[in-house]
């Protein structure tokens, strides 16, 4: 693994959250100032072809990365804007199941509230 990629796996890794490239490179070049963005885009795509790290195609906005790579889904909140993991174990299966198909890889994106906002507008709807 070169310098950049070990690099580029320590911000995925030691991020709270899931970045995008432009997020990544800022944070690289804090940490190696002379790094080129298209440096960080090709490591992305090595880094995301070798398993090492997961690319989350985003149709509105720039893709994100996950250094999560067990197999979850994704749910972004409506609210606040935070993008979170979330288990959807047997959600393959109930495709294959209710589809008669089977699936080699699919991307779900789960649009709505975060538990923290559905809280809050539980709270609110209480108080009506």
Request: include cysteine; charged fraction near 30%; hydrophobic fraction near 35%.
């Amino acid at each position: 693994m070169t310098e950049q990629q070990a690099m580029i796996v320590k911000i995925i890794g030691d991020a709270d959250r899931h970045l995008t490239a432009d997020e990544i490179f800022s944070c690289a070049r804090e940490v190696m100032p002379q790094i080129a963005i298209g440096t960080v885009y090709r490591t992305l795509k090595i880094l995301s072809d070798q398993g090492k790290i997961r690319r989350l195609p985003m149709a509105d906005s720039p893709d994100r990365y996950d250094k999560n790579m067990h197999p979850h889904d994704h749910m972004t909140c409506n609210e606040c804007g935070r993008f979170l993991d979330i288990d959807t174990e047997g959600v393959q299966r109930l495709i294959e199941d209710e589809a008669h198909i089977k699936v080699s890889q699919y991307e779900l994106l789960v649009h709505g509230l975060c538990p923290e906002c559905k809280r809050k507008h539980d709270t609110e709807d209480l108080h009506k």
